[in-house]
């Protein structure tokens, strides 16, 4: 009887650690919106790898979930990181440029990212500080608009999709490769 007590308390320990690390490590999110399409749709569910930035930065073409700067809503935002800090990022004629150690780079995008139809004038990333956008660049509320994103403002990276079933998997991503 003994053993048996023992066991179980160590179960229901072993149980309760487990599930207050997935609690840090892990958070479910939804997409509010057609910012994000066509990879990911509105009302898409997925969970939000909270730990990875723990380890390393964040790097561009990552598809983040961050508290909004200035506090524009209170719900979450998702978007994908464009520039880092210490580049320049301007957008002009449909294309994204990024500036980088006296070099420029044009981002080589999928081709279901709809050119945006607006200009952004060549801006420095400071510190600490990304600059994002929308996967639906011309339908979308992100860094052209407000800037750009502190650090500390990011949840995690978005991870595993969860809702619909037919969307169940990772979450698509794509390098934007230089």
Do not use: A, Q
């Given at each position: 009887m003994r053993a048996f007590l023992r066991?179980?308390?160590?179960?229901?320990i072993s149980a309760?650690?487990?599930f207050l690390l997935l609690q840090i490590a892990?958070?479910?999110s939804v997409i509010n919106g057609c910012c994000m399409e066509p990879g990911l749709q509105d009302g898409q569910q997925f969970l939000i790898n909270k730990a990875v930035y723990h380890f390393h930065e964040p790097e561009r073409g990552d598809i983040i979930v961050f508290r909004p700067p200035n506090n524009q809503e209170s719900s979450p935002f998702i978007k994908r990181i464009i520039a880092l800090p210490g580049?320049?990022?301007e957008i002009k004629q449909g294309t994204v440029y990024?500036?980088?150690n006296d070099k420029v780079i044009e981002l080589n995008e999928p081709d279901y990212i709809d050119?945006?139809?607006y200009t952004y004038d060549r801006e420095a990333i400071p510190e600490n500080k990304y600059f994002v956008l929308g996967d639906n660049r011309n339908h979308s509320n992100d860094s052209h608009n407000?800037?750009?994103?502190?650090?500390q403002n990011i949840i995690g990276k978005a991870w595993l999709s969860i809702w619909p079933p037919g969307e169940w998997g990772l979450v698509p991503h794509y390098p934007l490769e230089e």
């Open positions: 066991d179980t308390v160590l179960i229901v309760i650690v487990i892990v958070e479910k580049e320049s990022v990024i500036y980088k050119p945006p139809r407000w800037g750009t994103v502190p650090r």
